[in-house]
Structures are given as structure tokens and as C-alpha cells.
């Protein structure tokens, strides 16, 4: 039976429409694997960072009905007299740490590292701040008598987590973290989006939960946000 030249057209269609969809299918599932692989990798890294943030931004967000209690120790001695004259005078500075036999002598007698810590001179005081997470911290020195005092308070673990949440007094390092932690929750959730996209054909509802997603937080800023 001879083949018509409509049948003949579409045999010889064949390879090549099998070969466009063999190319298009496995495009697909490399670009599959290397979102798989990124979605894991970054949900990997974020998973403590996320499960810390989610907590304290809960705790944060009830910040009047969770109490903390303050504890303070208040501790006071007297320099010695040659140790006095290094401190000695009128003159005042901005940002000075304490020299370095003061430093060591405060950090043996009363524990508090004061070391390299910027500290304000005036003419009868010399001040250090040493704000912390969770909790505050100074010492004074009265540049004419010799005597040092030093504070230290805490609010407990929560109060912490929650200026640990915020970067407050935290240092360098932390705050690197929390651009990697932000950088790696952003290549998570976009990821998350585009694998969402390439399954959406098999799960109906992927759509409408995202708009939901999106809209409930506008419509709550719309109506109760003032």
C-alpha cells in the first residue's frame, strides 16, 4: 500500500520532533537538578538561621506580654596610686582606650576585659561602654581619687536571642552572618519559586496559594496598618 505524500511528510517529521523533545526533556532535567541542588543546599544553610530568626521574631513580636528581668552586679574598688597616674589630669579625649597596665590590672581585679575598648576622657571622668546583646555593661574611673566602678546587667536568655534578631551590639562577625544568612534565604525562596513553576502543571493549587501568599500580607497592611 503506497503512503501518502501527507503520511510520507509526517514519518519524515518524526525524527526530528523526537529529537526536539528528547533535547527539550533533558534541558528540563538539568535545569531541575541545579534548582534541586541550590533549593537544598541554601535551605541546608538557613535551616538554624531561619529557625532562630522565626523564633525571636515571634518573642520580639510579644515583646510586652514576655517579661524580663533585669540582673545587675555592681562591683567598685580603688586604683592603686601608681596605676592613678596614668589616668591622672584634666585633659580630655574621644575614643582612648585605657593604657594597657590599667586594662590588665581592672580585667585581674574586678573581671571585666576592658582591653582595646574605646573610652571617653573628660577632665573628671574616664567612661567605658560596653554594650552587649541581651544585656549592658560600663566602668567608670574618677581620674582624681582613683575610684573604679563597673556595672553589669542582663536581661536573660530571650532578651539575648532577640537583640541577637536585630544586630544590636552584636560585633562584625555577626553581622556578616546575617548578609550571608539573608543572601542564602533569598536563593532558597527563588529557587523554591521557579521549582514551584516547573511542577505547577501537576499541582493545581500552587497558584492561587502563592497569590495568597502575596495578597494577605497587602490586604492586612491596607485595612489594619496605619
Not at 574586678?110 to 576622657?121: K, Q
Not at 560600663?138 to 536571642?161: C, F, H, Q
Request: glycine residues 10%; contains cysteine.
Amino acid at each position: 500500500m503506497k503512503q501518502s505524500g501527507s503520511d510520507r511528510h509526517k514519518a519524515g517529521m518524526e525524527p526530528a520532533v523526537r529529537s526536539y523533545e528528547n533535547k527539550a526533556g533533558a534541558g528540563r532535567a538539568f535545569w531541575l537538578k541545579q534548582l534541586h541542588q541550590w533549593h537544598w543546599i541554601s535551605s541546608a544553610l538557613c535551616l538554624v538561621g531561619m529557625l532562630l530568626f522565626a523564633v525571636t521574631g515571634f518573642t520580639l513580636n510579644h515583646a510586652g506580654q514576655i517579661e524580663a528581668k533585669a540582673r545587675t552586679v555592681h562591683r567598685q574598688t580603688q586604683l592603686p596610686a601608681p596605676l592613678l597616674k596614668a589616668v591622672g589630669g584634666e585633659d580630655e579625649r574621644k575614643g582612648v582606650p585605657l593604657p594597657a597596665v590599667v586594662a590588665d590590672w581592672i580585667g585581674d581585679t574586678l573581671g571585666v576585659e576592658v582591653a582595646g575598648r574605646a573610652a571617653d576622657w573628660s577632665s573628671d571622668e574616664i567612661y567605658v561602654s560596653m554594650p552587649r546583646p541581651g544585656g549592658d555593661a560600663w566602668l567608670s574611673i574618677d581620674r582624681e581619687s582613683g575610684k573604679v566602678e563597673a556595672e553589669r546587667s542582663t536581661r536573660g536568655v530571650i532578651a539575648y536571642l532577640n537583640d541577637l534578631h536585630k544586630g544590636r551590639h552584636a560585633g562584625a562577625a555577626w553581622a556578616w552572618f546575617i548578609d550571608v544568612f539573608a543572601l542564602a534565604c533569598v536563593i532558597f525562596s527563588v529557587t523554591g519559586l521557579l521549582l514551584l513553576k516547573m511542577h505547577a502543571s501537576q499541582r493545581g493549587a500552587t497558584w492561587p496559594l502563592v497569590a495568597f501568599g502575596l495578597v494577605l500580607p497587602l490586604v492586612l497592611i491596607l485595612i489594619f496598618v496605619h
